[in-house]
């Protein structure tokens, strides 16, 4: 009897080329449900932030009619909702791909095996990682905790990436068919309803399409000089690539083989385009962590950190969130965030460490901050950078490792430019004194227009004495270790 009937369903691979449980079951069956659930389940703690919404939004819009407007919309506990088609339907095969929390596994085990128990076939796949955090470990069998042996001994050891998938053909998509009792986008309530998101919608082409452009743009100017220069904010030398990854429009074998492609070709710098590839290695290790280490959004892998004395001042955490600290390369960072949804990754360490260290804010309050906001908030990313930077984590930065935000706006930020951008108030103020406006002599803040205390915040803390603090507080806790 020929296979008749299947569902897809799409969660973080909003996309058609590389697709693989799309691309297995189109090519596998006569007709096929492609569904997207929304799932906001008070139990998933971690559910879609703020941001994430707005781009979530135009993405399925997008995707939607690259499917020929035959991609179903369904709000509500996921599990349940896939049971139903399934029923419905006379569905006799589910496909997806797979996902790597602790909450994702538990649900989709649960899922497969009652699928299975019904006579329905399960098709799961890797689409959104180039190595299963189950093929990487050390000779012993124990996960690595460390990145550089992780990526060198492990990954670029490991069996190359595989090859990306082909799109499935125009024949092949016309086997799609949607659900009569489904939602309409709209009615998924993606969008605020009070209009802060215009920025980030202006700053993002938010689709496959977008997310295949900016990989080529990358390729073609960004990857020069990027080893270096990645570390400017105010230059295009970062790929901007976060955010389609997340989502999934597109997918990391697609954008790993890219490169390979041009280096052998000799079309890119053979340093600086490693050194990319070696940054997709850390999106690995992340995925690596949360899967080895499921408590990993929630507890310090270092035990020590559980007995750190954070601060708790709802005052200084307000001022860091909306970039109102008085320290100029931090409150561009946040304002970056808040307009555009994303934020430079140097920049990320900086106004991280200004959290954690500076003003001994737990990190979590960060991960919660940035998992709203950004638009490439990541389950895996986000928690593990958020244990790096406040020293915790695996492989992390030292905790007595504190940066300097008036060096290191000077550093890498030496014209002013990003600075300036972000906050204009400064727009006027001369380089010498940019990056510490309270030194200034009072003549040169009037001539900048600059008032502290009224147009620009007084700094929210000496960072001399919140160094002393921080490693003080470092040190108790290191008795108790």
Sequence with gaps: MAKKTALVWLRHDLRVADNPALYHALDSYEKVYAIYILDQNQEQEWAVGGAKKVWLHHSLGALNERLNGKLSFLKGDSASLVKS???????????WNRYYDEHTINRDKKLKSYLQDNDIEVETFNASLLWEPWEISKSDGTPYKVFTPYYKNGCLEAKEPRQPLPMPSGQKRENLVALQNSVSLDELELLPSINWHSSIESAWEMDESGANKCLEEFLDKGIHGYKEKRNNPAQRHTSRLSPYLQTGEISPHTVWHAVQERLAANDVPSNDAHHFLSELGWREFSYSLLYHFPKLPHEPLQEKFKDFPWVENDKHLNAW???????????????????TGWMHNRVRMIVGSFLVKHLRLHWHHGEEWFWDCLVDADHANNAASWQWIAGCGADAAPYFRIFNPMTQGEKFDSEGEYIKKYVPE???????????????PDDVLKKAGVKLGDNYPKPLV????????????FQEIKKGS
């Design 85 to 95: 088609v399934v029923k419905d339907r006379d569905i006799d095969a589910v496909y």
């Design 321 to 339: 969130q909306t970039g109102q600290t008085g320290y100029p390369i931090v409150d561009a960072g946040m304002r970056e965030l808040w307009q």
């Design 426 to 440: 400064l727009k006027d103020m001369p380089l010498k004194h940019l990056n510490a406006p309270w030194d200034a």
């Design 462 to 473: 000496d960072h001399s004495e919140a160094r002393n603090y921080a490693l003080d507080a």
